[in-house]
């Protein structure tokens, strides 16, 4: 079986208290499909499955040099190589079972792709375009990520993302004119907007991931700006987009990133081609 060339190193501590000694293990790896350990043995048929959420053995009465060893698992397939750690004991008149020092191993990844991943972001960020003057708009939505639909290597995967929200543009002037001479709310345009793309995500580094990805979508815009159809008062239009976003994960679940969008406006009606630059921060949970 090909080993890929990632290395890691599979943390181990262990101590003892009250005549219980337990020892517990973490990995760097946010997709940790689960663990597998045994005491004493390192071999093929002896090995005890548990989930990635288990991340420690507690054991009573537990002889001198006990040594336990723990595999992780990416993919549930590939098992890497054994992290080892030995409970070894110092002895003296004042304490007798002080805290054992650890044997720490290191191990190869040999995952072959990455799992399945969906996520749930709020997203806010603004708009910035020029049409007779520089346009800042903010917006406020959400995206959903179907992460890793196709993933030939561990290190990258196709998916899916999707974004909608609204969007408040300003009638006249700007967002801080809107607010400090105008009504506020009332001298903004409310629209919504709902694209997708094909997304490609990268590991960059154990808890950071860049995503690129490229797509379409569709808005409510207000009469100024490329509208290809209308329904009632309303005026549709669509636009490409390119973009990326970093995001950087805070253990398993929860993650916070910054995104980029460029759009291209259709022209329609008259209205000339639009370009927006939209820029946001988002936070989310993934499972």
């Not at 946010?30 to 548990?50: A, I, P, S």
């Not at 346009?135 to 179907?146: C, E, I, S, T």
């Not at 990268?202 to 100024?224: C, K, R």
């Amino acid at each position: 079986m090909k080993r890929l060339a990632g290395v890691f190193i599979l943390f181990f501590t262990v101590f003892s208290l009250f005549s219980a000694t337990t020892w517990t293990w973490s990995s760097p790896y946010r997709n940790t499909h689960g663990f597998r350990y045994q005491l004493n043995t390192d071999t093929e048929d002896n090995w005890t499955y548990v989930s990635s959420d288990v991340t420690s053995l507690t054991l009573e009465n537990v002889p001198d040099n006990t040594t336990l060893y723990v595999q992780l698992s990416l993919d549930g397939i590939n098992w890497s190589p054994s992290g080892v750690a030995t409970y070894v004991p110092e002895r003296n008149d004042d304490v007798s079972t002080p805290p054992a020092r650890p044997t720490i191993t290191s191990a190869e990844d040999m995952r072959r792709n990455r799992n399945f991943e969906f996520s749930m972001d709020i997203d806010l960020g603004f708009d910035t375009f020029y049409s007779d003057h520089l346009n800042v708009a903010p917006y406020l939505g959400g995206v959903l990520d179907f992460k890793n639909i196709y993933s030939p290597t561990y290190w990258f995967g196709l998916g899916l993302r999707v974004r909608g929200g609204a969007s408040f543009t300003p009638t006249n002037g700007n967002i801080i004119t809107v607010f400090t001479q105008g009504n506020g709310f009332a001298d903004l345009d409310k629209g919504i907007y709902l694209d997708a793309s094909l997304a490609l995500s990268f590991i960059v580094a154990d808890s950071v991931d860049l995503t690129v990805a490229a797509g379409g979508g569709l808005t409510m815009l207000n009469d100024s700006l490329p509208s290809l159809f209308s329904i009632g008062s309303y005026g549709f239009g669509t636009y490409v987009q390119a973009g990326a976003s970093l995001d950087r994960y805070f253990g398993q679940m929860f993650h916070i990133g910054i995104s980029y969008y460029f759009k291209h406006f259709f022209s329609s009606g008259g209205v000339d081609s639009l370009n927006v630059h939209d820029i946001g921060l988002h936070l989310g949970l993934t499972f």
